[in-house]
């Protein structure tokens, strides 16, 4: 039993110091802080036998010197011996791939997407750092994951960031619980993205659309591009949403639950009649009977994305049929913004004119 400095320094081992900085008896390249001044190289330990004789070698951060560690390892000695020995309880500091379930766990009631958002992030940090303990998890690790991920999968740096985001996000919320003192992510910086404008359809890949697809994946795109649904909203339409009598189609919009209504074109209402008669559609929804989850929405926007490939439509996705729609409005049409923010279902004029482009003919 007793006390003892516990070096943290290779280099400062050897020498019999007692912890005492010197400039005589310090090594060279022991790591100094910003101000010059050398980091503490170790810590007063105290050493004893426990309640059930098992050797316990403990250290505090209010121990500075022996005269401080002698006084404490008497006090722990008193309590065995007048069997009130309370020892501190160690923290076990969990591994990222073990955190991320309590994390995902604690999200569990979020909506759909996001919450299978947050399991892809999750998974595949634990790929890579799910091994590390979270207090072991350093702005150096955190930039060599994300050099391995983009080298390795192919990403670019729009995913991950995303991918950051998450794990910034769960670092914090372990900092709020105690499991660590800081969250690391704060001094990483994200990656430089490309600005890239969305892109829209022209006059003569409108004209190919029309020319060439037929049946269901038609009335899709269409549906899209006249009325500026989402994806997920054009597969939960149902036939009772669209009034013909009135040239109105109504529908929920998926992220906010807002009631909008959009005029139904004179060709969409034609598309749509003779869709129906021509497939006897006896269900209430007009493409998909499933349940819209995100899993479904995935698929139909993957097998989009390749149909426009497919037309040489380069870098076109179903979501853009919805920029598309906004511009023809306000570019071609000349609708007012406040109107067309109706229509469109944007929270903000300042989102609308992410959708609005002024380079369709």
């Given at each position: 039993?007793?006390?003892?400095?516990?070096?943290?320094?290779?280099q400062c081992?050897?020498?019999?110091?007692?912890?005492?900085?010197?400039?005589?008896?310090?090594?060279?390249?022991?790591?100094?802080?910003?101000?010059g001044e050398?980091?503490?190289?170790?810590?007063?330990?105290?050493?004893?036998?426990?309640?059930?004789?098992?050797?316990?070698?403990?250290?505090?951060?209010?121990?500075?010197?022996?005269?401080?560690?002698?006084?404490?390892?008497?006090?722990?000695?008193?309590?065995?011996?007048?069997?009130?020995?309370?020892?501190?309880?160690?923290?076990?500091?969990?591994?990222?791939?073990?955190?991320?379930?309590?994390?995902?766990?604690?999200?569990?009631?979020?909506?759909?997407?996001?919450?299978?958002?947050?399991?892809?992030?999750?998974?595949?940090?634990?790929?890579?750092?799910?091994?590390?303990?979270?207090?072991?998890?350093?702005?150096?690790?955190?930039?060599?994951?994300?050099?391995?991920?983009?080298?390795?999968?192919?990403?670019?740096?729009?995913?991950?960031?995303?991918?950051?985001?998450?794990?910034?996000?769960?670092?914090?919320?372990?900092?709020?619980?105690?499991?660590?003192?800081?969250?690391?992510?704060?001094?990483?910086?994200?990656?430089?993205?490309?600005?890239?404008?969305?892109?829209?359809?022209?006059?003569?890949?409108?004209?190919?659309?029309?020319?060439?697809?037929?049946?269901?994946?038609?009335?899709?795109?269409?549906?899209?591009?006249?009325?500026?649904?989402?994806?997920?909203?054009?597969?939960?339409?149902?036939?009772?949403?669209?009034?013909?009598?009135?040239?109105?189609?109504?529908?929920?919009?998926?992220?906010?639950?807002?009631?909008?209504?959009?005029?139904?074109?004179?060709?969409?209402?034609?598309?749509?009649?003779?869709?129906?008669?021509?497939?006897?559609?006896?269900?209430?929804?007009?493409?998909?009977?499933?349940?819209?989850?995100?899993?479904?929405?995935?698929?139909?926007?993957?097998?989009?994305?390749?149909?426009?490939?497919?037309?040489?439509?380069?870098?076109?996705?179903?979501?853009?049929?919805?920029?598309?729609?906004?511009?023809?409005?306000?570019?071609?049409?000349?609708?007012?913004?406040?109107?067309?923010?109706?229509?469109?279902?944007?929270?903000?004029?300042?989102?609308?004119?992410?959708?609005s482009h002024?380079?369709?003919?």
């Amino acid at each position: 039993m007793g006390v003892r400095y516990r070096k943290y320094f290779q280099q400062c081992k050897p020498i019999n110091c007692n912890g005492r900085p010197h400039k005589r008896h310090c090594p060279g390249d022991r790591p100094k802080r910003s101000n010059g001044e050398y980091k503490a190289c170790g810590v007063w330990c105290i050493e004893f036998f426990d309640d059930s004789k098992q050797w316990q070698s403990l250290t505090f951060k209010d121990i500075r010197n022996k005269t401080d560690a002698e006084k404490r390892l008497a006090l722990y000695i008193s309590d065995r011996e007048r069997g009130q020995l309370n020892l501190p309880k160690k923290k076990v500091t969990p591994i990222l791939a073990e955190y991320g379930q309590q994390y995902l766990a604690f999200h569990k009631r979020e909506k759909e997407n996001t919450r299978l958002a947050r399991i892809r992030a999750i998974q595949t940090l634990s790929r890579y750092l799910g091994n590390y303990k979270l207090d072991k998890l350093t702005p150096f690790v955190i930039e060599k994951f994300r050099l391995e991920r983009q080298e390795k999968d192919q990403v670019g740096a729009n995913t991950v960031n995303a991918d950051l985001a998450f794990l910034r996000h769960m670092l914090n919320m372990a900092c709020k619980e105690g499991s660590i003192s800081n969250n690391p992510c704060k001094e990483v910086k994200r990656s430089k993205t490309a600005q890239t404008r969305d892109r829209i359809l022209t006059d003569v890949e409108i004209k190919q659309i029309l020319d060439t697809v037929q049946g269901k994946d038609r009335l899709m795109i269409l549906m899209s591009l006249f009325t500026g649904m989402r994806l997920s909203e054009v597969l939960s339409l149902s036939w009772q949403s669209i009034d013909f009598n009135r040239g109105l189609i109504e529908f929920s919009q998926g992220k906010t639950g807002k009631l909008i209504a959009v005029p139904l074109s004179v060709l969409l209402a034609e598309e749509l009649t003779g869709y129906k008669n021509q497939y006897s559609m006896d269900s209430d929804r007009v493409f998909d009977n499933r349940p819209v989850t995100q899993a479904v929405i995935i698929r139909y926007s993957d097998y989009f994305s390749k149909l426009f490939k497919e037309l040489n439509i380069e870098n076109f996705t179903f979501h853009n049929l919805r920029h598309t729609f906004s511009s023809f409005l306000q570019g071609q049409l000349g609708i007012g913004a406040v109107v067309v923010q109706g229509m469109t279902g944007h929270s903000s004029l300042g989102m609308l004119q992410r959708y609005s482009h002024s380079n369709l003919d």
